[in-house]
């Protein structure tokens, strides 16, 4: 087992490096002109050349992934540069390892914005997936365990309908007739545990999380539904059940275990794309998330910020891909052997 966590860790390293690669591969041709950008409209070539040359922008493209990786490692200083360092040193900024850059649009570096802006998303992404794990496979055992039956015919319906609706149109319809014209929950307004406490916080995510969860939950229901009909009609099903096995037991420790293997699988990935997915939650219910940070990036050219977000969003799906690959390998020890 140990040796295969350590092969899964490396693959995972040589994986983020590649994609920072090829992130910054994208940064690096982009027909955007970063210092003409940042300089302005009235900012002479001279000091065009000056600000290329103080971001680290006219160096190549190998030399700015080495400072980047660097930067990440060990941390560095915008602009970096030693003669402004040692003459004008109060106009350095220090960016501390992780960096992940520095946005001279917003003043601050990435990393900071990052941090402002995480747990908004990480909350709004834990709180969903709760939701959806939990009424997405009850609810699709349930209809796996009444198959044909009104009640099954119900669920696969009310999932499909829920299926169907897009985020936006679920939040605008919970957020006007919910929170505004019934008044059955306060207006949604993001509130930290530090702020509010963990009953505050809860409140602030109800709606969002309701509205990010409901898709899914959907989808979880009818995926249930299908592995644990298909489980049932296993082999290993039947001869539990020859043995005299009670229903429970051959429900529940042969049937559902094998049916959630592949839902495990899904749950992590979905889970890690979540957490940069939530951009439609969070525009809809004005939550000061990553997702609306990536938006306000791209549509203000800030190359540097989007970069760090693609990246740092890059390695939760690949550490939720290995975290998977472990559960699986518990799960399964045959996967070891692959």
Not at 18 to 32: G, Q, R
Not at 197 to 219: C, Q
């Amino acid at each position: 087992m140990l040796a295969y966590v350590i092969r899964r860790l490396f693959a995972g390293v040589i994986m983020l490096i590649v994609m920072s690669i090829v992130t910054f591969a994208l940064f690096f041709a982009s027909p955007i002109d970063q210092a003409s950008f940042i300089c302005g409209k009235n900012c002479s070539a001279a000091q065009k050349k000056q600000t290329a040359a103080a971001m680290g922008y006219d160096d190549s493209f190998a030399n700015q992934w080495v400072d980047f990786a660097k930067g990440v490692v060990q941390g560095r200083d915008y602009p970096d540069d030693p003669k402004l360092r040692e003459t004008a040193p109060e106009t350095i900024v220090h960016c501390d390892a992780p960096c992940l850059g520095y946005s001279r649009e917003r003043g601050d570096t990435v990393t900071n914005l990052i941090k402002d802006t995480f747990p908004v998303s990480f909350s709004l992404a834990v709180s969903a997936f709760i939701l959806w794990m939990v009424g997405g496979v009850l609810l699709g055992v349930t209809a796996a365990l009444k198959k044909g039956s009104i009640i099954d015919r119900g669920l696969v319906g009310l999932s499909l309908i829920a299926y169907a609706f897009p985020t936006f149109f679920v939040g605008l319809v919970l957020y006007k007739f919910v929170a505004i014209k019934w008044g059955l929950t306060e207006i949604p307004r993001y509130t930290s545990i530090a702020e509010g406490g963990v009953g505050g916080w809860l409140s602030s995510l109800t709606l969002p999380a309701i509205t990010l969860a409901l898709f899914f939950m959907a989808a979880y229901v009818r995926m249930t539904r299908s592995y644990v009909i298909e489980s049932f009609q296993e082999d290993y099903v039947r001869t539990a059940r020859s043995k005299g096995l009670p229903e429970r037991t051959v429900t529940y420790k042969h049937a559902l275990r094998a049916a959630l293997t592949p839902i495990v699988t899904m749950a992590g990935l979905d889970f890690a794309g979540l957490m940069g997915g939530a951009i439609i939650t969070e525009s809809v219910f004005n939550y000061p998330g990553m997702g609306k940070l990536a938006v306000r990036a791209s549509s203000d050219f800030d190359l540097p910020t989007t970069v760090g977000l693609v990246v740092l969003l890059a390695a939760f799906v690949i550490l939720a891909n290995i975290i998977v690959d472990l559960l699986y390998a518990v799960i399964d020890p045959r996967v070891r052997l692959g």
